[in-house]
């Protein structure tokens, strides 16, 4: 069997396996909403940055998703933001690997947000915090890439061997260093305001899931 069609096979694997995980979870109707209009804002804004090669906020908006809202709903923005924004910009093959590698950039953020501890109000406010999420997103922009270059060398079939994965690599260079530097620059410039609008959403919907539970107990 062809070796892409493996690695297809074995990605929609995953994102069944991911999607029953998270159905499990049971998610507040609420926490749905804040993902769907996140996945939302994140794809839109990826639209009008089309004619830039590279370059776009969606990134970093997925990123700071999670770094707010934490590892789920930072996974499941970045899947979102793939499928719609790609409404627009064309669906194909590529879009499976975009919606994983914006997920798993979501992801990251969240994680990030736990190790680095959840005390700092409003997120991003401390240096160090913030300088940790600007050199994040900026590394992402050539995660992102090479988990794309991926996409294209397994499909190469035949010629899939360590010269065509070197020269695919060396020939994207330019592009990743755009997305890495836009990436850097959104990052620095919008993320500590963003991340006060985010989070004033968010502990909007933690005080409305304490009311709940608690007419719930009474």
């Known amino acids: 069997m062809n070796i892409a069609l493996l690695i297809l096979l074995a990605l929609l694997s995953l994102f069944a396996i991911l999607l029953l995980v998270l159905e499990k979870s049971k998610m507040d109707e609420k926490i749905i909403a804040v993902i769907a209009t996140l996945g939302a804002i994140a794809s839109i804004a990826r639209v009008p940055f089309a004619a830039i090669p590279n370059v776009q906020p969606t990134t970093f908006l997925v990123m700071l998703s999670g ?98 994965f070197l020269a695919l690599y060396s020939a994207g260079l330019a592009f990743d260093i755009a997305h890495a530097a836009g990436n850097f620059l959104f990052a620095l410039l919008l993320g500590p305001g963003f991340a006060r609008i985010f989070t004033r959403y968010h502990r909007k919907l933690v005080i409305s899931q304490l009311t709940v539970r608690k007419s719930h107990d009474v």
């Open 67 to 164: 770094y707010v809202f934490g590892i789920r709903v930072g996974f499941l923005v970045g899947v979102i933001a793939a499928v719609f924004s790609n409404f627009f910009l064309g669906q194909g093959t590529w879009t499976l690997w975009q919606m994983m590698a914006w997920g798993l950039s979501g992801a990251f953020a969240g994680g990030l947000r736990y190790v680095t501890g959840r005390s700092a109000q409003p997120p991003l406010s401390k240096s160090v915090d913030k300088w940790l999420f600007v050199g994040s997103c900026t590394a992402w922009g050539f995660l992102f890439d090479w988990i794309m270059n991926l996409w294209i060398f397994v499909g190469m079939g035949a010629f899939m061997n360590i010269g065509s």
